[in-house]
């Protein structure tokens, strides 16, 4: 279910400086809220599960962006992100579901022939991250515990700007924005 987020809104001022820090030649045009229970109780599920892994740890999560066309929009809000069906143009960090602090980012992933493009804002549990590689599948192993695994791979462990998810239930789509040049 999409529930239009009204301008007046804090929930809609947050979501719209973050949009803002990298996209000030653009403008939203509609800002929803993706209402799925189902993903939400795996999401909750998933984040209890890595707290419980790191005690004491405050478990990093965080609103990152991902672009993609419109013919995928309905899947992911339904059925989450899946590397395997929707999109898979980078490869550089590893094979998984790709996430940008940066809006601008990821408007390079937005196709649109109107002019009018999409994009998600989603809840991102980063956890704890390594430097990503073009051959990982999956996040590679703790050098301290290799029986663990990391949470995520990003571009660059220092200052991460690309992060990639390799299990879905470390993703929630929280909102899907719609855009266009502010001219």
């Known amino acids: 279910q999409l529930v239009e987020v009204s301008h007046s809104t804090d929930e809609y001022r947050k979501i719209k400086d973050l949009f803002n820090r990298t996209m000030k030649d653009h403008k939203i045009r ?8 189902g993903l939400w109780q795996h999401f909750q599920l998933q984040k209890e599960q ?21 013919s995928c929009v309905a899947a992911i809000c339904e059925q989450n992100f899946d590397s395997r069906v929707c999109g898979a143009h980078g490869t550089q960090y590893g094979k998984g579901s790709y996430f940008a ?5 990821a408007h390079r992933y937005c196709p649109s022939s109107s002019g009018r493009k999409s994009m998600f804002v989603a809840h991102v549990l980063v956890g704890d ?47 899907i924005l719609e855009y266009t040049h502010s001219s």
Not at 30 to 37: A, E, S
Not at 129 to 153: A, K
């Open 50 to 70: 890595m707290k419980k892994r790191s005690p004491g740890q405050e478990l990093d999560e965080r609103f990152l962006f991902h672009g993609t066309s419109q």
């Open 129 to 175: 991250f390594v430097q990503g590689s073009l051959e990982y599948r999956r996040p590679p192993p703790r050098p301290e515990n290799p029986n663990r695994l990391y949470d995520s791979c990003v571009d660059d462990p220092n200052n991460p700007s690309i992060f990639v998810i390799f299990e879905k239930l470390q993703i929630y789509p929280a909102y």
């Open 30 to 37: 509609k800002l929803q809220r993706i209402q799925n229970p």
């Open 101 to 105: 602090r940066d809006a601008s980012y």
